[in-house]
């Protein structure tokens, strides 16, 4: 039997680190001096973290008004069939006990109204909303055609439940005299909705536009939707800045949604001064039916959001939590070292 | 086949294709194929669909059809399934081309067929039963034949049937005395109008029973009559024959066995796993459901109204129940179908790193290793049984003469300067031969002292080698070159007689009286006077001879237990001697035989000629007086020596062996050779041992003895403390068995069990089968010896079965075709003559030794990575989809998912596959304001992702998430390499210890032992040759018999072959425990 050729060898199996297994490996070894410095790191960071986040979630400010109850007779009025036209504002007035800094936004906040429904997300039509096809009504059960045939625009239950109160903050300098708040309704929403998931037909004239087109307005509408807001034409049509921030579903049952951010003009270039403020509530959005409820917030925001205190929180847990392992640990390690090294002497 | 009726039994009559026709016998076409391209499509998608995960995702498939209840869109679902349904249908489909073609490359060998008179080229697949066809030497026989006629005198034909039991020793066909006399006169054959009568296809082997009517005779055929499928024929210049069986009835393709389909314990496992986290899917969507209902009746109703949905159309408890189907439509995930995708991909990779290995790569053959099967590598892992052939697989299958003793002296060890026995290695020079023209070059032997004795003229060595010359039953040959060659029927055999070959005592050529041998240059022709054969209760085999000086002799050499009873007294001295050095000789596994001779005075021998003549003439006890006669001359021998075999195992067979014991795999020999080789075998590579325990060996003839035996053993293994009753009452099985284990582990010491073929079938019976799979598994070792195929496939069933251990069989021929498709995993040893073996094997390799490394290097990693990847992606899922089910409580039950799942799947497999970048390009693309703009309603997803992660709450998060779960599992691992260290963690400190101390010394250990066995005789040789030699029917006629030779040929000579038959046959029907012809 005499050998084959070497190069047969060479020429049928690769001889590379991969095809023969031999990669190097990097196995962690967890000797104690690492694995304890990298615990006691760690929970330096995520102590530091937490009361830093702590800290700043505590520099905000935020006002909740619920107004379900305060408004009570507005909701009243509007369970009788008959007044379901008659406009009813109320008034909430309150006490800024210290000036709010900064940026200060306003939302309005549902609770118990079931955004995230399934067939209630599914109930839109983003071809509509896109302003290629005002006719493409298919996925918008139930709330397609009107009883002539003609689509709703905007077709959906989305669309049709949006919340239609209005909301304006006033600052009562003295008893007599009333300041309107500024408040702008401008980049409320994303970059990416309002140039590319929403475009209205054209830009031209947007009324004569819809009106071109037979259409229908939602049921619980009062007012089609190129004729939104009245004083800047630009924010009409699907581009309406309050209509997008309502066609995002929120994912649980209590939400709030960005309604407006203050102008930081005049008096107002600081932020809010302290005083007395009230908010004039034209009651539209019936929440007594569901048994839900709805408030106005105000509040400020820091570098890392709202007012939550749950990351600063978890943070500081965290931390804690590993400095003790790391304790545990480093105790255990030094009895063990202990036995092993008697039983070496032994 | 597809027969109405019901065959009884086969009519073939010859040359008559349409008499034959009539019964619809299967033709010689073979099918291992599963498909056609018809069929393909059905037949596969039906398999397809029969298992758990694929049914259950078409389930799903047509859940989400329906609109009311589908919450994912119909594609998430469809384009996996439809992915890895083709994926498995092409790989069906490449497998099954590839059996097509060895079908076809099988069914279009040619073959010469007697068609119309004339002999014709005719494909194997067109060959019809009752045809004649006409073999030549060295070709594979095309189906099962009844033998005709052939070149060899008196329709004598030789054939290999390595390919059916593994045994590379000629045998012996002849035909019928009626139908050789037709020889190779194509009208005579083609006139041939014979009516055979016989047995329906069967698998067994060693047995054929039927008769041929011709010419208003009878005549009854058996075994030797009739040359099967896959046999070579071999010394035969050609032969006639007639079919029988043809195709998928021969007895070969009977014995394949069915191809079932393997599966390996980690699919087990993951099925189950499948079905109770399906069963958790249900409680899951029982719970939603519920929790729906409940939201429904509770706020959904007043929600409805302001959401303008019809109050009465749908009551809470249907919302419930539409809720129900849309969960397990969502939380599907939790068993998704890229398991199988991933597990199989992984499994490929695994397959290519073993075809890759150049640790497994013969370079002599230039055969690399190669993964047949890539689904079952894992498995590997697991092994707990080893089931192995021996010949061509432990064995190399080649004898060489190592060592003699010749008058109390050992030749053939090599002694260096210091007097100390070395190994033998390459670096020392053998003795050369090449000064004498006849030597046969492959021989080598290390010890100059025996050529030095030679040439010196030491008479005993002399006449040592002189027997080795003179007592055999070679053939020799000359081809044309003028070199001599021999054809043994034993390769024990060849190698003594080459041995005296190369030391200068030639045998050159016998004839029925004479034997002409060549002792160192001079011509001697010895006359041959009595040959006083092999069989398997004497255990010897004798020749008297008269040599050139005209004094009588008898050479005998047989097992030394045997021989040493009949020596003369005188001997005592060198027989103690030279029974250490068989001693020796049997500890280093090497086959032994005691040399003895004796002079004869020529009053004595002619007297006792004349007895022997008057014996074989009685009709009356003529064996007990003929074996009489034999005991009588053969006694008061003078003893020569001994001589030592090796019987050359493949390399690195015994460390392998070693080193799989040693990881706690049993491994078991199943072996159709004799039970002395095997037991041989078995102590050469370590599997049994001088300090075993008990070696039990089987081999009662009957039911009832095998169980006394199985009985005694297990009383012996136990003590007598232990009482078996009822071991095969089957109520009680399953407590014994545990039981068992349990003793299993108690037991100490080493135990073997050697059982033979006889013995296994009768074992086999019910009621016997669990005493002997009690005994077997106690056992270190398992020997069977002389098992046909079926009966490999039936041992490994039952542990199978009844041992719910994971098995492998290995093998190198088509006799463990049955064994290797039956086993969990079977290997085929490649780069041997037949194909068989690697065509239905798993995983092939060249080397037993390479099992060593598939078993313990890659089938141990792939279990690994496999085991991790599993529990990553059980994880993984697990974790994705809980997070549905936590948000069904704040979005009132109604299905709506939290993340988009849509194309969740297509980007897990992606992800799977290992492309991150494909994974963000795809996410990029989907997220991109283009894709929008084409689909608005499919891709709503749009701006999500990249105002989110602009936020740094959002980064917070994830980093906390991050420390929050490492943590923990860092400290974990921490703490368990210091409280409870594995045996790994331990090696590996060790290892950095010994790193720091010193480089480890090479050590290379000695395999030598020293053993007290006594007899390692074995001895592969057959009945009934002596007598073919005296009555010179196996000579080659120098001149061309005549056609009428049979009435011109003597008497004698005809008894001869009617003995022969007799013998194979008694020993057959009397299952006595070494049959000496098996086909």
Known sequence: MEERPQHCLSRLLDNSALKQQELPIHRLYFTARRVLFVFFATGIFCLCMGIILILSARSTQEIEINYTRICANCAKLQENASNFDKECTCSIPFYLSGKMMGNVYMYYKLYGFYQNLYLYIRSRSNRQLVGKDVKAVEDCAPFKMSDNKTPIVPCGAIANSMFNDTIILSHNINSSVQIKVPMLKSRLTWWTDKYVKFQNLSSKNLADEFRGKIHTVPPNWPKPIYDLDKKDPRNNGFLNDDFIVWMRAAAFPTFKKLYGRLNRTHHFIEGLPAGNYSFNITYNFPVTRFHGEKSVVLSTLTWCGGNSLFLGLAYTVTGAMTWLASFAMMAIHIMLKNKKMSFFHQ | ?1079
């Open chain 2, 1 to 1079: 086949m597809f027969c109405f009726m019901v065959e009884v039994e086969r009519i073939v009559k010859a040359n008559d294709r349409e008499y034959n026709e009539k019964f619809q016998y299967a033709d010689n076409r073979i099918h291992t194929s599963k498909y056609n391209i018809l069929t393909f499509l059905p037949i596969n998608l039906f398999e397809q669909f029969q298992r758990v995960a694929n049914a259950y995702f078409l389930c799903l498939l047509i859940l989400q059809l329906i609109p009311e209840i589908s919450s994912l869109t119909w594609f998430t679902t469809i384009v996996p399934l439809v992915l890895v349904i083709t994926m498995t249908a092409v790989k069906d489909a490449t497998d099954d081309y590839f059996r097509h073609k060895s079908d076809n490359q099988v069914n279009n060998r040619q073959s010469e067929v007697l068609i119309n008179s004339k002999l014709q080229n005719e494909k194997w697949m067109n060959v019809k039963v009752g045809d004649i066809i006409k073999l030549e030497n060295n070709q594979f026989v095309a189906a099962d034949l009844l033998l005709l006629s052939s070149s060899e005198p008196h329709g004598l034909c030789y054939v290999e049937t390595a390919e059916l039991d593994g045994e590379t020793n000629l045998k012996v066909r002849h035909a019928l005395s009626v139908t050789s006399e037709l020889g190779a006169d194509i009208s005579r054959l083609a006139g041939f109008d014979g009516i055979v009568v016989c047995e329906v296809p069967n698998n067994k082997l060693d047995k054929f029973m039927g008769i041929l009517s011709w010419k208003d005779s009878k005549h009854s055929l058996n075994n030797e009559k009739i040359i099967l499928r896959g046999c070579i024929l071999r010394n035969t210049s050609w032969c006639f024959g007639m079919v029988i069986f043809a195709g998928p009835d021969t007895k070969l393709m009977q014995n394949s066995g069915k191809t079932k389909f393997k599966r390996t314990s980690i699919d087990r496992l993951m099925n189950t796993l499948v079905l109770w986290i399906f069963g958790f899917l249900i409680c899951l969507g029982i719970i939603l459901a519920i929790g729906n209902s409940i939201w429904e009746s509770q706020t959904g109703d007043q929600f409805r109204t302001f959401l303008f949905w019809n109050e009465g159309e749908k009551s809470s408890v249907f919302s419930g129940f539409l809720t129900f189907w849309s969960y397990i439509i969502i939380l599907n995930t939790v068993v998704p179908i890229s398991l199988y995708v991933s597990v199989e991909v992984i499994r490929l990779g695994h397959s290519y790193f073993i075809n890759w290995d150049r640790k497994m790569y013969y370079s002599r053959k230039a055969i690399p290793a190669e993964a047949r099967t890539t689904t079952l590598n894992e498995e590997l892992g697991q092994i707990e049984y080893i089931f192995s052939d021996k010949t061509g697989t432990l064995t190399q299958n080649i004898m060489t003469f190592k060592r003699c003793s010749i008058n109390g002296r050992i030749y053939g060890e090599v002694h260096d300067d210091l007097d100390q026995k070395t190994e033998i290695t390459q670096e020392k020079e053998p003795v050369d031969f090449s000064v004498k023209s006849q030597a046969d070059r492959e021989f080598q032997f290390f010890d100059h002292n025996l050529m030095e004795s030679i040439k010196m003229g030491d008479p005993k060595v002399h006449e040592f080698l002189r027997l080795l010359a003179l007592c055999h039953t070679v053939m020799s040959e000359e081809n044309s070159a003028g070199e001599l060659i021999y054809q043994v029927q034993s390769p024990d055999e060849g190698a003594l007689v080459t041995a005296a070959r190369n030391f200068g005592f030639i045998f050159k050529s016998r004839t029925p009286e004479t034997i002409t041998i060549e002792e160192l240059g001079t011509l001697a022709t010895y006359q041959l006077l009595a040959f006083l054969d092999f069989n398997n209760t004497r255990k010897r085999m004798s020749v008297i001879v008269r040599n050139p000086e005209g004094q009588i002799k008898l050479y005998s050499k047989g097992a030394d237990t045997i021989l040493f009873e009949k020596l003369h007294p005188s001997n005592e001295v060198l027989l103690s001697l030279t029974s250490d050095h068989l001693s020796e000789f049997a500890g280093e596994g090497l086959r032994t035989l005691a040399i003895a001779y004796r002079d004869l005075d020529d009053k004595y021998f002619k007297e006792w000629h004349k007895m022997l003549e008057d014996a074989n003439a009685a009709t009356e006890e003529r064996d007990e007086r003929i074996a009489g006669l034999y005991e009588e001359i053969e006694r008061d021998l003078m003893l020569l020596g001994a001589t030592a075999v090796e019987d050359k195992l493949q390399e690195g067979v015994i460390e392998t062996v070693t080193s799989l014991s040693l990881a706690n795999i049993k491994i078991w020999v199943l072996t159709g050779d004799k039970q002395e080789t095997a037991i041989n075998i078995g102590y050469a590579c370590n599997m049994l041992t001088d300090d075993m325990n008990d070696v039990f060996v089987i081999a009662g003839n009957n039911a009832v003895e095998v169980r006394e035996e199985l009985r005694k053993a297990k009383q012996n293994l136990f003590g007598q403390n232990r009482n078996f009753s009822n071991g095969h009452v089957v109520c009680e099985k399953k407590q014994q068995l545990e039981l068992d284990s349990i003793v299993e582990e108690t037991l100490t010491g080493d135990y073997a069990l050697i059982i033979n073929g006889h013995s296994l079938a009768h074992a086999l019976e019910s009621d016997v089968k669990n005493d002997l799979l009690e005994l077997a598994c106690m056992c270190k070792t398992v020997i069977c010896c002389r098992v046909t195929p079926l009966q490999k496939a039936q041992v490994v069933e039952l542990v199978k079965k009844y041992r719910n251990a994971v098995t492998l069989a290995i093998g190198d021929g088509a006799n463990d075709v049955s064994m290797i498709k039956s086993a969990h995993i079977g290997i085929g040893i490649s780069g041997q003559e037949g194909l068989q073996a690697v065509l239905a094997s798993d995983y092939s390799f060249a080397q037993f030794r390479y099992l060593q490394r598939l078993l313990l290097v890659h089938g141990r990693w792939s279990y690994f990575r496999m085991c991790k990847f599993l529990c990553y992606f059980f994880y993984k899922n697990f974790a994705f989809t809980l997070v549905h089910f936590w948000f069904g409580f704040f979005c009132g039950f109604s299905a709506q998912i939290a993340l988009d799942t849509s194309y969740w799947t297509f980007i897990n497999h992606v992800f799977i596959w290992g492309s991150i970048a494909i994974y963000f390009s795809i996410l990029f693309t989907m997220h991109s304001n283009g894709i929008f703009g084409i689909f608005p309603n499919q891709f709503p997803f749009v701006g999500n992702a990249r105002h989110s992660l602009t936020q740094k709450c959002i980064w917070l998060v994830i980093l906390l998430t991050t420390v929050a779960s490492v943590m923990p599992v860092v400290a974990f691992r921490f703490l368990k390499v210091d409280l409870y260290p594995t045996l790994s963690d331990q090696i590996r400190r060790w290892q950095k210890a010994q790193k720091k101390a010193r480089p480890p010394s090479s050590r290379r250990p000695r395999t030598r032992r020293s053993s007290s066995r006594r007899s390692g005789y074995a001895f592969a040789h057959q009945e009934g040759y002596g007598e073919l030699i005296t009555s010179g029917k196996n000579m080659r006629a120098k001149n061309p018999p005549p056609t009428s030779g049979l009435e011109k040929t003597h008497y004698n000579s005809t008894s001869w072959i009617e003995n022969l038959c007799k013998k194979t046959t008694d020993t057959v029907s009397s299952f006595s425990q070494d049959k000496t012809v098996k086909l």
